[in-house]
């Protein structure tokens, strides 16, 4: 596996449920990122993680909750959603540097929430 | 605060054509400029970024874009359009001065090449 992987790729689940949505890197990275892409709005930046640290939270609902055990692994949890939390996740690397570091994107698991 | 705007919610152009697809930003400092392409149901792929020196960046198949301080915009082009440059485009900024990493992403524009 080369760059930025995401599982699942799709994901159906009631208000109710638990689950976790999974990002890893083979890029050597040590930055982490969650956007939240929904239709006719812009990327939002959920978190950053830096070094396992997390650095931004750009004031997400509780009901999200971020793990990062290490460089390379990177999940949000998920419970008691709501359907407009219905929306293409997508993960993102990056190098930290001084100049002008690239984010590299995952291809996203997309949310529906009944 | 940073800020992106892409005028345009959809460009279409014919195959062979020149392409333009407009970005201007807000920063309150300097600026390290990004463009992305997303293709349908895949992620968002870097094709090139502006963060100092040259103000005319060369990207990934054959796109570039111009910096503009005056006019804080940064323009993709390509002088000749493919059918399968139809995708969607987003414009990033980052602002350089501060010590966040998060970049902030214009609305995206999809552009639409016809054969």
């Known amino acids: 596996e080369t760059g930025v992987t995401q599982t699942p790729r799709h994901l159906v689940m009631g208000m109710t449920n638990k689950k976790s949505l999974k990002c890893e890197q083979h890029?050597?990275?040590?930055?982490m990122y969650w956007y939240k892409q929904s239709a006719k709005k812009p990327l939002e930046l959920m978190f950053v993680y830096s070094l396992e640290e997390r650095v931004e939270n750009n004031s997400v609902p509780s009901r999200f909750s971020p793990e990062c055990p290490n460089s390379s692994h990177l999940f949000l949890h998920l419970h008691t959603l709501q359907p407009e939390d219905s929306a293409l996740y997508l993960c993102?690397?990056?190098?930290?540097?001084?100049?002008?570091?690239?984010?590299?994107f995952g291809p996203g698991t997309r949310l529906l929430v009944l | 605060a940073q800020s992106v705007a892409q005028p345009e919610d959809q460009v279409n152009v014919a195959e062979g054509n020149p392409l333009t697809v407009k970005c201007t930003y807000s920063v309150s400092g300097n600026p390290y400029l990004f463009w992305y392409v997303q293709y349908p149901n895949r992620g968002l792929q870097f094709l090139l970024k502006y963060i100092t020196g040259d103000n005319l960046v060369k990207g990934s198949y054959g796109f570039e874009a111009e910096f503009n301080k005056s006019q804080t915009s940064f323009h993709l082009k390509k002088p000749s359009a493919l059918v399968s440059d139809s995708a969607l485009y987003f414009c990033a900024v980052r602002d350089m001065d501060t010590g966040r990493r998060a970049l902030t992403f214009g609305s995206g524009t999809r552009l639409q090449v016809q054969p």
């Open positions: 890029l050597g990275h040590n930055a």
């Open positions: 993102a690397s990056s190098q930290v540097a001084l100049l002008g570091e690239t984010q590299y």
